[in-house]
């Protein structure tokens, strides 16, 4: 049996959505151990002057815990 724990976090890339959802997971792998699956809750752009600037999205990451 095993217990996991979910935590939220937020990525913006100025290139889309995909390209922060993978910032967003490849920073999760650096500082926590046994990610296991990432939901996207939220997308949003960030726009300035009319014209889209960025791209947001929130994930909710799961990973194992250990012992």
Do not use: P
């Amino acid at each position: 049996m095993s217990v996991a724990r979910v935590t939220e976090l937020s990525a913006t890339s100025q290139s889309g959505f995909e390209d922060a959802i993978k910032e967003a997971i490849d920073r999760a792998n650096q500082t926590l151990r046994n990610v296991e699956s990432a939901w996207v809750k939220d997308q949003n752009v960030l726009i300035e002057n009319g014209q889209i600037t960025g791209y947001k999205v929130n994930l909710m990451i799961t990973f194992v815990l250990e012992g």
